[in-house]
């Protein structure tokens, strides 16, 4: 049981470029979740999916595009990479029936130069 | 909307008592999380407060006061490895889930 699997777990990227970060959960979870969490700024919501096919925004959704075709992945995409976007990326997974405990992936370091 | 306040840094000793504030403003009220952080790592669920009172689990114990918008998160026994962020949480609106900026606990001996 793996739990919440983020890859990459280190990303550099070009100003311009694009790239997608993938969640994997294999808890049959139906809630997903994207952060970003920058140095004195806490865990900010990207966007989040209620369930398979489903998505929405966050706190802090521009810049970013997500798509939860299948139930255990979560996608979030960078369509140009900008260096605002540098950060640390966090996937968490929560079941619906315990929508308590949100499980954490264990982050991914992106820089953009 | 809301507003998530808690002290940005805080040092205890090892083997002290510490109380780790955090005030809140929000629109319904939906229960509150604590969750700790190590550097460099992913956060990690503690607790979850959505009646007044406290809350205890081992060390630590957590209080919520909903009349007031304030918790608290209180760390017994402190130890070396209790060195972490300790991240204040609500639900809020649209918004499953709002962090404050998070409290970075230094324990020293």
Not at chain 2, 49 to 73: A, I, M, P, T, W
């Amino acid at each position: 049981n793996a739990g919440v699997t983020q890859t990459p777990k280190f990303r550099v990227l070009k100003t311009g470029q694009s790239m997608t970060l993938l969640c994997a959960q294999d808890m049959n979870h139906e809630y997903m979740y994207w952060y970003r969490q920058d140095p004195g700024m806490g865990l900010r919501l990207i966007h989040y999916s209620v369930g398979e096919g489903t998505t929405a925004k966050g706190e802090v959704p521009d810049g970013y595009n997500v798509s939860r075709l299948k139930k255990q992945n979560f996608l979030l995409g960078l369509e140009s990479a900008a260096p605002s976007q540098t950060s640390v990326y966090f996937c968490a997974s929560i079941d619906s029936r315990d929508a308590v405990t949100q499980h954490f992936g264990d982050g991914t370091r992106l820089s953009i130069l | 909307g809301q507003n998530i306040d808690q002290p940005t840094e805080m040092t205890a000793t090892e083997g002290a008592i510490v109380q780790i504030n955090c005030t809140y403003q929000t629109s319904g009220f939906n229960g509150l999380f604590w969750y700790q952080q190590h550097a460099g790592e992913a956060p990690t669920f503690l607790s979850y407060n959505v009646l007044d009172g406290l809350e205890e689990k081992g060390r630590f114990s957590s209080f919520l006061s909903r009349s007031k918008g304030y918790s608290y998160l209180l760390l017994k026994e402190l130890q070396m490895k209790d060195s972490a962020s300790y991240l204040c949480a609500v639900p809020s609106g649209n918004t499953p889930l709002v962090f404050g900026k998070g409290t970075r606990l230094s324990v020293i001996a």
